[in-house]
């Protein structure tokens, strides 16, 4: 048995809007996709959902599941990672980890426990797509699988395939 979870940052933003830079690189984005998933979670900020919504447009395919909202992908505590963020001068999970080790795994628990309800949705041999933000992605992955994975730019993505009930992550993708 094997799944399939890409999970992509959205794209060029202004406030929770996407910028007109964004929408075309989120068309562009769609546009290049290989893959007919079975569902697209968006975390349900605008921005993440307007990129979902231009990824699914551009990619030409219907995806049965449609695009859901998921806001278990969001945090409750974004102030909390923005003086992380500050105080850690670094966007990466270990520096998170080293100013607020107890955010990180808390935040890992949820997240990761998202990831893997996205990957119960899921048959064997299907896809998702999970577009959301930057550390939330890189966070659920490492909350998951255990991996550090390197923070994602605005319409990057990552790849966790679970085969046999074991997760393992792919390399990063643009």
């Known amino acids: 048995m094997s799944r399939r979870v890409e999970l992509r ?5 202004e406030s929770d809007v996407l ?19 079975a569902v697209i979670v968006s975390s349900g900020a605008q921005r993440a959902t ?8 551009a990619l030409g395919r219907q995806v049965p599941g449609g695009v859901v909202v998921d806001s278990r ?3 409750d505590v974004e102030d909390r990672w923005r003086s992380a963020y500050e105080a850690a001068g670094a966007g990466d999970i270990e520096s998170f980890r080293r100013v607020d ?17 996205t990957f119960e949705r899921l048959t064997d041999g299907e896809r998702a797509l999970v577009v ?12 998951l699988v255990g991996e550090v994975v390197e923070p994602l730019g ?3 993505g990552i790849v966790v395939i679970e085969k046999n009930e074991r997760y393992r992550v792919e390399s990063p993708i643009t």
Request: overall charge negative.
């Open 9 to 13: 940052r959205h794209t060029d933003n």
């Open 19 to 37: 910028t007109p830079d964004g929408v075309r690189a989120a068309l562009q984005i769609g546009a290049g996709l290989d893959a007919d998933y």
């Open 50 to 57: 307007q990129s979902a919504a231009c990824m699914l447009a």
């Open 73 to 75: 992908f969001r945090s």
């Open 101 to 117: 080790p107890e955010l990180v795994a808390t935040e890992a628990a949820l997240l990761g426990a998202a990831l893997k309800a």
């Open 132 to 143: 959301g933000h930057s550390p939330m992605q890189e966070v659920a992955v490492y909350g």
């Open 154 to 156: 605005k319409g990057e």
